[in-house]
């Protein structure tokens, strides 16, 4: 392994490049044409329950954007960067590997059954594929890991806003400018160029002009919230954000922080190839085993739980069956959207794990170790002493010893490359508060969507009980729902008590994952595609064995020794709902198999068969 050691990080960026034009030239292909068999004649719920308000036909880049934001969230950046303890090469291999016949195909083929099933969340498919009572346990599942997911990131995203100006006054200027955007596109012609350069120009002007207005001390006062303040403010943005029509604020919204995701990502990129540092992480460490100070267990199972949104993700299941399925204009575009989307999102994280890596192991430990556990560390790893950190902390002007978590060295890494850049040395406090609010972006513009979906998860639910709430245009439904979920992951984020269950979310968000894609394979071999079916099959298997064995090394060598029953008990209820679901798919699979010949597609209308009735 001594060969791998030292790898200029502009390797990794090339073969990454490679890979995923190879993965969408020929594998996506394959899968939209033989797989799905994606028909352009099919009606969209978009067009066939079109509204104004949730099902809105959106022009394909702009409905790119609001997926790729939607699903892009701090998965792809934190996730890598906690795995780089591994080293470089395990997260390097997974992203790859997981992305393109994991994470692609799971988008692809979750959206797709959605599309066929008018739009509907992953529990009613499940519910109409394999049983009503599948569909209900499903359903109970998805709403539980949704509400740890919102929480999570939205602690997260305080975490990197709370008492910095700059970043908050950066993050709230997006929200006028996506309803300005979002007036234009809705009420002039072939406007979405016009838009676009608009709502750019205003976000530099935001960035670059919030850099200085912040030093008015009057102006950073207005926006030094507190962390209070912030979880109740991202509680009330959830929920307007919900019940708002999608093109005026979260589509907008969403295509805006496109422009600086993929920007910000693309000048990365750029920044990788001028410096070319070399990767300082070597290919594997000591800490494959376990015993390491950011993750305590071994590479296996743990480096596919870790990075999860940037190889697969279950929390991709609830976007792609709940807000970009209602947008699709075209079948044909679930190639673009849902591959297309899923491809980036897996550069955006192997950037993240490059930044990583290019830290000096020592400084990146520093960091990422929490500062009671440092002394021990040090002395049971005298080599990793930090080497530069004292000089970013200087220039930074904040003591970055022990900030766990990921953001702050992902921050760091990003300032430690573009300060590499000739004249940046000056501005490398400017590089770091940049990365922050570029990160807090990531994770606001999931947590919109989320709560959209969330809200059409509960009046799905909450319609099988009192049908009114099944009538998508009845505004009391829409608010109560809306409130009912806002205030279970709200409270939850002011309360501050999910802050310690991030490894619960990881392995519900990939137990979900799991499911997405099991679920849907179902649906793929009724249709008799049973060959073809095995391309979701596999991965669909792979994830939920994979997922139940690192639930259970959490469990028994995590929270039970460290007597932390009540995560032990949710970790363990999660694991349960879906081996009931994993179960009942599998009995379905087994019907299906005998029944040669079978082939009911319930849900292909054509647009001359949906005139015609």
Known sequence: ??????????????????????????????????????????????????????????NKNVLFGHHFAAIAAAGPLVGPVLAAQFGYLPGTLWILIGCVLGGGVHDMVVLFASVRHKGQSLATIASKEIGKGTGVIAGFAILFILILTLAGLSLACISAMHEASWSLFTVIATMPIAVIM??????????????????????????????????VKEISDIFHWNIKTISISITVYGFLASVLPVWLLLVPRDYLSTYLKIGTILMLAVGVIFVHPTLQMPAITDFVKGGGPIIGGPVLPFIFIVI?????????????????????????????????????????????????????PGDYFAINTPKELYDSFI????????????????????????????????AVGMAHIFNKIPFMDDVMAYWYNFAIMFEAVFILTAIDAGTRVGRFFLQEMLGSVIPKFNDKNWMPGIIIS???????????????????????????????????????????????????????????VFMAVITFWAGYEQVVNVYLPKQQYLLASLAALAMVLMLIVFVNTFRRWSRLLKMEGEHIDHYGDTVKELVER
């Open 379 to 410: 002395a049971q790893n005298p080599s990793l002493h930090p080497v530069d950190l004292a000089h970013f902390s200087e220039k930074i002007g904040v003591d970055l010893y022990g900030r766990t978590g990921g953001a702050v060295s992902l």
């Open 482 to 540: 809306s409130l009912i979920f806002t205030f279970s992951w709200g409270y939850l984020v002011y309360t501050g008590n999910v802050s310690s269950i991030w490894p619960l979310f990881g392995i519900s968000n990939q137990l979900l994952a799991a499911c997405g894609l099991i679920v849907c394979t179902t649906m793929l071999i009724r249709m008799n595609r049973k060959k073809y079916a095995l391309c979701s099959a596999i991965p669909g």
């Open 182 to 215: 979002g007036l234009i596109m809705r009420y002039r012609k072939n406007s979405v160029t016009l838009a676009s350069i608009i709502g750019g120009v205003l976000l530099i002007a935001s960035i670059i002009g919030g850099h200085n207005l912040m030093q």
């Open 308 to 360: 999860a949104c940037g190889a697969i993700s279950g929390f991709h299941a609830v976007i792609a069956t709940g807000t970009t399925p209602k947008m699709l204009n075209n079948e044909k575009e679930i190639l673009f959207v849902g591959y297309g989307a899923m491809l980036v999102e897996g550069f955006v994280a192997l950037m993240a794990l490059i930044v990583a890596c290019t830290l000096v």
């Open 1 to 58: 392994m001594e060969f791998l050691n030292g790898v200029n990080a502009l390797t990794l960026v090339f073969v990454a490049l490679l890979v995923f034009a190879i993965a969408y030239r020929f594998y996506g292909i394959f899968m939209a044409n033989k797989v799905l068999k994606l028909n352009a004649n099919h009606v969209t719920p978009a067009i066939e329950f079109a509204d104004g308000k949730d099902y809105v036909a959106t």
